[in-house]
């Protein structure tokens, strides 16, 4: 998977962030606030993680539930987001798991960016992210076996507006790229480990509606020479490290715990990779239940991923930025045999794009950095 960046130093008269609510696009004329709150708090965290390394083991989680339909409702500690897919599957009602995992690598680099920036003591009045992903679905269809299901191509464009010298920039982005937790996640392989269990149940909710939505989707993607399609997130940064992502229709405020520097005012990037994968393997399992005759009523999934932050903090270059390892607990409410469920889930682990995003053969690779003064 190839992993493009770019950074473009713009004037604000320029930001196409039209999409964007009023609301977001108003802090585009007002400068970031807190520096020195923020630079605090990194080099606090910084000394403490030296002192103690132990100290810098950290972990996140996400649970998903998902009952009628592909909706799924994920809960990070006390933020809640709903992922969905769009009508032709599902009822649109949230950003669907691709779209999530583009919009957190986006708002990681704006926070890292962030981050850096004032540790650097470089000033930014603006950064926004523009993602880009196409995903080949063929293998989680079922139309080909072979070939690695997921992401096959991440463009990520960074607009920024600053005075800073060209070559200082240069220097933030590379401190950026070699920190930022979700880029890291996306350009290596993360071990991922997943628990399926079953529980009985009626197998009250019908199947049969969405066997016919998946076969239908199923025929588009085997219609597309190469079975892929395009999805991208916008995002940026507002106020401190808190930034605002825009996916089709869905806005999101994305945001660090207070501990971490942020005003906690929505989940942190990390949170949302959890949220994707969970909410993603739910998706890939019940499109395959459907198609098999399976009844489901409900599957809840929780995801812990386990992080060592010295990575992100830079106390120990050795350290990755993101998750060393994820596990995944999936309880799953049906009236099908164990066995039949657990097949079912082993091949949407196989399939899953999102999986394979985090876990897959190959790994990303970034491409070089190019860099252009409007």
């Known amino acids: 998977v190839l992993v493009c960046v770019a ?27 807190s520096d020195a709150e923020i630079a605090s708090i990194i080099a606090r965290t910084q000394q403490a993680f030296r002192d103690t390394p132990a100290a810098a083991a950290a972990a996140f989680s996400a649970t998903s539930v998902q009952a009628q339909g592909l909706r799924c409702d994920v809960r990070m500690r006390q933020h809640q987001l709903t992922l969905d897919e769009p009508a032709d599957l599902g009822r649109n009602e949230g950003p669907s798991p691709a779209e999530v995992m583009l919009m957190s690598l986006g708002t990681c ?48 464009q960074v607009l920024v507006s600053s005075g800073a010298d060209l070559e200082d920039l240069k220097k933030l982005q590379q401190a950026v790229n070699a920190h930022c937790p979700v880029l890291d996640m996306f350009s290596r392989n993360v071990k991922v480990v997943v628990d399926v269990a079953c529980e009985q149940s009626t197998g009250s909710e019908s199947h049969l509606d969405l066997a016919v939505a998946v076969q239908q989707r199923k025929n588009v993607v ?14 940026i940064l507002t106020d401190g490290l808190k930034t605002v992502a825009r996916v089709g229709e869905h806005e999101h405020v994305i945001d660090e715990p207070e501990d971490l520097g942020g005003t906690d005012e929505g989940p942190n990037p990390v949170e949302l990779v959890l949220a994707g994968l969970c909410s993603s393997l739910q998706m890939t399992f019940k499109k395959l ?36 390892i994820i596990s995944v607990s999936v309880v799953v409410s049906s009236s099908a045999a164990a066995d039949v469920v657990e097949e079912l889930h082993a091949k949407a682990v196989e399939r899953d794009p999102v999986m394979q995003l985090i876990s897959g053969k190959p790994p990303m690779d970034l491409g070089e950095v190019d860099v252009s003064v409007a």
């Not at 320029?14 to 609301?23: H, K």
């Not at 599957?299 to 993101?322: E, T």
């Open 7 to 33: 950074i473009v130093m713009m004037a604000l008269a320029r930001f196409p962030f039209r999409s964007l609510s009023s609301a977001a696009s108003s802090v585009l004329v007002r400068r970031f606030s």
């Open 109 to 156: 680099q704006e926070i890292t960016f962030k981050a850096y920036s004032t540790a650097m003591g470089i000033a930014l009045d603006s950064v926004a992210v523009t993602v880009r992903g196409s995903v080949d679905w063929r293998k989680a269809y079922g139309i080909v076996s072979s070939d690695p299901s997921g992401f096959t191509a991440v463009n990520t």
């Open 222 to 235: 085997a219609a597309n020479v190469d079975g892929q399609s395009a999805f991208s997130s916008m995002s």
């Open 289 to 324: 239940a459907a198609e098999a005759g399976v009844s489901v009523d409900k599957v809840v999934s929780k995801a812990r991923g386990d992080i060592d932050l010295r990575g992100f903090f830079a106390v120990d270059d050795s350290v990755p930025a993101g998750f060393h």
